[in-house]
């Protein structure tokens, strides 16, 4: 085979005879479907064929079943043929693609168990109070990590049944995590972890922030006195798929974790960040708003003396990056002399400068963000979300 005649294939896709299924879409009624699925006989064919290390014959698949006659058995084939698994040419049988899924669905409990553990402790410390009252419990398949010390839900994350066979305390809190960053992973990708379908992103403040003004800047909260209120509230990135209508919803940071330049930044300074559990990535992280028409937000992250800023647009894409000397705020605790009341003009993230110098008056949203993007210091991100 040529190399431009080579294709990847992944595993139980087509037969071993190199048939390939034809262009074209075929549509069944759910309801038609799961009918055909009704019924012992049916479920251990298909149980059957995914145990088998190839196609099985008839009268293979008849031994693998309760039933009396060859007659009865042959029509609950007929139900399952063209939809859940296929005749080749060799007249033995297979499963197709639905036949695989609905195969590993029934081994793997999907739709049959239901998991509920009581609380465990956890050796961590919560990432808001700091005492290690930690616990996470598992109920109807959803695991949910809270402090007891401050009352606080951390996270409440599902895991299907079979991820919690053989798991327990910190073992299964990690499979929870590392499940639901493979998730996050996908949907940043705009690629449905259930069904591959094409995904919606948009980033807004969290629920309980301080909205922008439609002309782009960002308003002040009248409470605050602040000309940039928002800045300093949490952000979320929310995903939905548009065929199965799956949805996620994190704060803009965790979808940034797997960014080539994240993973690089933490390298850089002796830590893995992905050992470190969704619920909590660090105290070190920022978020802000920088402008609302466009949206666009600044997600930083400190450590030692450098930060790293990543710009993220309005569906969620990180579109440029960059990594500078810190500069330390903290107000000195003695009097230095004449430099100690000197006004500083840090940058709200912790950087040496301004993000972006301030916007001229009059000056529209997307002379704002086009400002920040064409900073020297800037590098942009590849726009199909790159990950390490």
């Known amino acids: ?215 782009g800047t960002v308003e002040a909260d009248p409470s605050s006195g602040s000309a940039t209120a928002e800045q300093n509230h949490p952000v979320q990135a929310t995903f939905a798929c548009e065929a199965c209508g799956a949805d996620l919803s994190c704060p803009v940071a965790l979808a940034t974790l797997d960014h080539p330049a994240v993973v690089a930044f933490y390298h850089d300074h002796g830590e893995d960040v992905t050992e470190r559990p969704l619920w909590n990535v660090g105290s070190e992280w920022r978020e802000r708003v920088v402008s609302t028409d466009p949206r666009c937000v600044v997600v930083s992250a400190r450590l030692d003396a450098e930060v790293l800023s990543l710009y993220v647009a309005g569906d969620g894409t990180v579109v440029g990056h960059r990594r500078r000397t810190a500069v330390d705020t903290t107000p000195p605790t003695v009097d230095s002399g004449a430099d100690a009341g000197e006004d500083r003009d840090d940058d709200p993230d912790g950087g040496s400068r301004p993000l972006a110098d301030p916007p001229a008056a009059g000056a529209s949203a997307d002379d704002r963000v086009e400002r920040a993007s064409e900073d020297p210091d800037v590098t942009e991100s590849p726009t199909d979300g790159a990950t390490a």
């Open 1 to 215: 085979m040529s190399p431009d005649e080579q294709v990847l294939v992944s595993a139980g896709e087509g037969g071993d005879d190199g048939s390939r299924p034809a262009s074209g879409e075929e549509t069944l009624a759910p309801s038609e479907a799961f009918q055909a699925l009704g019924g012992e006989t049916r479920l251990a064919v298909v149980r059957a064929l995914a145990a088998a290390d190839g196609p099985l014959a008839f009268s293979e698949l008849f031994a693998a079943t309760d039933e009396e006659t060859t007659a009865g058995f042959a029509y609950h084939l007929r139900q399952l043929d063209g939809r859940f698994l296929r005749q080749r040419e060799d007249e033995r049988y297979e499963l197709t693609d639905a036949g695989r899924a609905a195969a590993r669905a029934v081994r793997a409990g999907t739709y049959t168990e239901r998991v509920t553990r009581d609380p465990m402790a956890l050796d961590a410390e919560c990432p808001l109070c700091g005492e290690g009252a930690l616990t996470a419990r598992v109920v109807d398949n959803v695991t949910e990590v809270a402090c007891g010390a401050c009352e606080t839900t951390l996270s409440r994350l599902s895991l299907p049944p079979g991820g919690y066979a053989d798991r327990a305390g910190a073992e299964l809190v990690a499979a929870v995590d590392a499940h639901h960053r493979r998730r996050i992973e996908a949907f940043a990708d705009g690629v449905c972890p259930e069904c591959a379908g094409v995904v919606d992103a948009t980033v807004e403040p969290a629920d309980g922030a301080v909205g922008g003004g439609h002309d």
